[in-house]
């Protein structure tokens, strides 16, 4: 009888192999034994099914998902998958050695049926960080936040039980972000429950320039669930100025984690993303489509 895997790692990739071969790295030095789990990594560029993995463990797999956005490809991995756990990141994370062992730990509470694992966020240079990743460093992955005031965890490190799909369903594969979160909010209202493991660990490097930063806002809006009408989505502009203006640079005057001058680099990043997600929301409220950079 063939040994049941306890985990699949679920991996979706988009046009970032170099990146993908130092995640891929860090799960061949897990401390949970190789043959206890397998790497589903999921192509999505929907042209491009050319790559031949230089890096290819005995235990992964490459999937090809041509239907743009990250949720399609997580949706074909899982249907694929062989392991009782589901264990999502992305890219270009790295998981830490003991990611899956730790994860096993906390999963032999039967009660636990998803996990949200601890995101550390990384720089190229320590000592000399950009604007955008001081702003990373304050703003990116509130993850114990999340969990504990809206029980929802982002897919950068979630870990589910794969029998909670065929509870919750699939992810929503029309959006090109946050079905993440839309997902776990239907996973609650079946009951299932999350819990916030901080040594379930994996990095995310800080994104460098502040071109990554808007690529990600306009993405995240993209996906966000927009009022119907145009009236209805106009409405929204003054929550707009709170959330994305006077929220983030009220934070950044009272933290300790920056010096003045860091301050002022990220308080006009701020600025400028907030008229760069001004300008997307307004596409969007005539009419345009959520783009994928």
Not at 154 to 170: C, D, H, I, Y
Not at 172 to 197: C, E, H, M, P, R
Not at 222 to 241: C, D, E, K, Q, V
């Amino acid at each position: 009888m063939e040994k049941k895997l306890k985990f699949s790692v679920i991996i979706p990739v988009y046009k970032d192999w170099e990146r993908l071969k130092l995640c891929v790295k860090g799960l061949e030095q897990q401390t949970l034994t190789q043959s206890e789990f397998e790497i589903l990594v999921v192509n999505n560029d929907e042209v491009d099914n050319s790559f031949q993995a230089r890096y290819f463990p005995e235990n992964m797999q490459l999937l090809h998902q041509p239907i743009p956005g990250s949720y399609s490809a997580r949706n074909l991995a899982i249907e694929h998958a062989n392991g009782e756990i589901l264990a999502f990141t992305d890219s270009d994370c790295i998981p830490d050695k003991d990611w899956l062992k730790n994860a096993w730990s906390h999963f032999s509470d039967k009660n636990v049926d998803r996990i949200g694992g601890n995101i550390t966020v990384f720089y190229k240079n320590e000592k000399k960080k950009t604007a955008a990743e001081l702003y990373d460093s304050i703003f990116a992955f509130h993850q114990k936040e999340l969990i504990n005031k809206r029980k929802s965890s982002v897919t950068a490190n979630l870990l589910v039980r794969k029998s909670a799909f065929f509870k919750v369903g699939f992810f929503d594969s029309t959006k090109l972000s946050g079905g993440d979160f839309y997902w776990n909010q239907q996973a609650n209202k079946v009951g299932l429950s999350i819990k916030y493991a901080n040594d379930v660990l994996v990095r995310h490097p800080a994104r460098r320039t502040i071109r990554e930063l808007a690529v990600k806002r306009r993405r995240v809006l993209g996906g966000a669930n927009l009022p119907r009408t145009i009236s209805g989505r106009l409405a929204m502009i003054p929550y707009f100025i709170a959330s994305r203006l006077i929220k983030p640079i009220a934070q950044v005057v009272f933290t300790k984690r920056l010096s003045p001058s860091e301050k002022v680099k990220v308080s006009l990043v701020i600025f400028y993303l907030y008229f760069t997600t001004n300008k997307e929301f307004i596409r969007l409220a005539f009419g345009g489509k959520p783009v994928r950079d």
